[in-house]
Structure formats: C-alpha cells, structure tokens
C-alpha cells in the first residue's frame, strides 16, 4: 500500500507514527517513507510493507494528515502507475525538468572522439536552440575490437567544453559501478560545470549490479534503455532495480529492438509501446530515432528515415528525445552511420518540436471531446 501525506507533511513527523500505530493493530508492517519529485510538487510517500491484506484502506484514507492511500500490485511497485492512483515522477535537474507533461531534446555524438570534434558539435547543438547533449566517454561494443571509448581520461576536457557552451545535461553512458564514481569525481574536480543524466545501455539492461549502484547514488539522474532482446515488462523490472535502491529520477528510453523484421533498419522502432509505458508507469518516456533506424537515409518525400521515426515517438507521447551527430559522421569512432551533420541540426529541432505541437493539439482536442460528452 502506498499512502501520500498531505502537502507539508514530512517522513518524521508524529503523522508517520500515528500512521504506523493505525497499520500495526492489522498485521506486521513496515513503513518505508520517500520524498518524491512528483510533477507539479514534492510529495511524501509512506510505502507500507509487508502483509497489508488485512488493512482497511478506509481506516487509512480517514486519518486527517492523508491525501489518498491506494494498494499495489507486487509488479512495479515503485515505478508502476497503479491504475492511475500514483503520482507521476519528474526529474528535476539543472535547472530542466523530464516530466510527463513536458519536452526536452538531447543531441550529441555517440562517443567522445577529438576536443575539436566535441566542440564542434557542443556548438552546433547550442545554436540549434537545444541544451542539452549527449556523449559516451564508455563504450560497450558488440566487438571487443572496436573503439571502447576514452574512459576516464576524456572526461575533464568533455565536462569543461560542455560548460563552455551552456550545456546543461549531458547523458553518458556507464557499464561499470567505478564508472559513476569517475564521472561524479571529474565533475567536482572541474567545479560542475555541467550535469550528467546516467546512461543504462541495451547491453546493460538486466546488469543488475550496475542497475542497483545508479539507483543507490541519487544526485544524477537514469536514462534507462529498454533491453533490445528482452520483454518489456523484464526492462520496466529492471527499472524498478533502480527505483527501489531509492533514485526515482529514472527516463525510460526505448531504441528499437532486435528484429530481422525491422531490416533495413538497424533495430525495429518500437514507440508505438510509448503509450503502454505512460500508462504502466509513472515515468517520463524517451525516444531514440538514432538507434532505431541506424542510417542516414531518407524517403522518396525527401526527409530522413530518423526525421519520421523520431516523429513517431513525439506523436505517441515521447517526453525526450535523444539523438546523435557528429561534425563528421565518416570520421565518427562509433555510429557515424547514424549521425546527423551539424547543418542539419536546426532542420531536425523544427520539425521535432512542430510534431511536439501537433502532440499538445491532440491532447487539447481529446479534452475538448471528453467535455463534449459529459
Ligand atoms: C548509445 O546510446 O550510443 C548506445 C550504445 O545505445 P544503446 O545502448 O541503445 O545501443
Ligand atoms: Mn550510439
């Protein structure tokens, strides 16, 4: 069961205890409390655990300091929605919020390569109006012969270039528990300059140990990746590794998955699961075109295949959207293939944010007809 605390009221407070003092005559339960970044507020959560069968949601819910008490099925019994009953989560984070009801883009190279090329490209997402990017310093390739990225080493001139042009997050991938040490060392050591959102990759998304060690730090937020050969319910399981370990600053990412039945695209575009996750969960929803389509060509209507899958995700909901490039993409160390040209940036940004519109339309018209038939 989960029970959220009229606005003010705090975890230790004699709230809680009369709260305790009500659940305990019902059976041995635990309470759990969290503060939660909900969507417009902050809230506490008070999670009962244990066996709560025997308590009357009544005789919790008439208790004058709740708001609402609802149960929970076992199944994503952090980031689960719960028919609707649980607030929505939101990440709050330099000075940008991913919420439900918000939009937020991330355009970067796939890996970190040359200062210069970095540069580059910090500019080009900046004078496309966008502020945020992306960037792997970690790279966990399919061949142990390919580029596995900078590591460490890259991460001081990475950060200081990425504060020079007034990024404000950058996501970064990490595949090892050390690697979110490296990463919060090397941004105290360059005075924060920018904020990192966590990257889970793919390869990643049942690695249990490194799910837990991103959920137990709790100052930069997860972009979790959908597993690309795993079900969808075994990824949003693996989101709650995270959650439950006490970080609720979690996006769900989905990239496309496995399937010969997507060729000639790289991975089969799964966005039409945006809505299912939105309903399932009370996390913000990602959408990554780049990983999805893997290449750079277009339609015979002239725009680029990541143009129209992008829309896609934007169209069915998507609160971010996260996309490489790179100033040369046949020069790129990794997914060159896949990356837009800086020239192409501003093209990308409209078009992204006019199906972002069209999105907003369709809520507003929904609402009109849900009035209508009252
Ligand atoms: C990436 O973002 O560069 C990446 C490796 O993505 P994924 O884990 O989705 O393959
Ligand atoms: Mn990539």
């Not at 989560?89 to 040359?114: K, P």
């Not at 990475?158 to 919060?184: T, Y």
């Not at 690695?207 to 959908?226: D, H």
Request: hydrophobic residues 40%; aromatic residues 6%; charged residues 25%.
């Amino acid at each position: 069961m989960i029970v959220i605390l009229k606005q003010g009221i705090g975890a230790d407070t004699p709230e809680v205890d009369r709260l305790r003092e009500v659940v305990s005559r019902f059976g041995d339960v635990r309470l759990e409390s969290h503060r939660i970044q909900g969507a417009s507020r902050l809230v506490t959560e008070i999670y009962l655990l244990g066996d709560t069968s025997e308590i009357p949601l009544r005789n919790v819910e008439e208790l004058p300091f709740v708001e609402r008490a609802f149960k929970v099925s076992e199944k994503f019994r952090q980031i689960g929605r719960h028919d609707g009953e649980a607030e929505p989560l939101a990440t709050e984070y330099c000075g940008v919020r991913i919420a439900a009801d918000s939009f937020e883009l991330f355009l970067g190279q796939c890996s970190a390569d040359t200062p210069e090329y970095v540069e580059q490209t910090f500019r080009a997402v900046t004078q496309s109006g966008v502020h945020n990017s992306r960037i792997g310093a970690y790279k966990p390739r399919t061949s142990p012969y390919d580029f596995q990225g900078h590591g460490k080493q890259c991460l001081p001139w990475v950060f200081e270039l990425a504060g020079k042009h007034g990024i404000k997050i950058l996501s970064m991938e990490v595949c090892e528990e050390r690697h979110v040490d490296e990463i919060a060392e090397a941004l105290d050591a360059a005075g924060n300059p920018v904020g990192v959102m966590l990257q889970i990759g793919t390869r990643n998304a049942q690695n249990f140990a490194l799910l837990k060690a991103v959920g137990r730090q709790q100052e930069l937020p997860v972009l979790y990746k959908r597993g690309a050969g795993i079900t969808l319910a075994e990824s949003l399981n693996a989101c709650e590794y995270i959650a439950s370990e006490g970080n609720r600053q979690i996006i769900f990412c989905l990239r496309g998955i496995k399937s010969g039945l997507g060729e000639p695209h790289r991975n089969f575009a799964d966005f039409a699961q945006i809505p299912v996750v939105r309903r399932l969960t009370r996390l913000p929803v990602c959408a990554d075109a780049s990983h999805a389509v893997g290449k750079r060509e277009r339609s015979s209507d002239g725009l680029m295949d990541i143009f129209h899958v992008t829309a896609q995700g934007v169209i069915a909901g998507a609160n971010m959207v996260i996309t490489e490039t790179h100033p040369e993409p046949s020069r790129a160390l990794s997914d060159g293939a896949q990356a837009l040209l800086p020239t192409e940036l501003a093209h990308y940004v409209q078009d992204t944010l006019l199906v972002r519109r069209a999105y907003e339309d369709r809520l507003a018209l929904a609402k009109k007809h849900e009035r209508g038939s009252e």
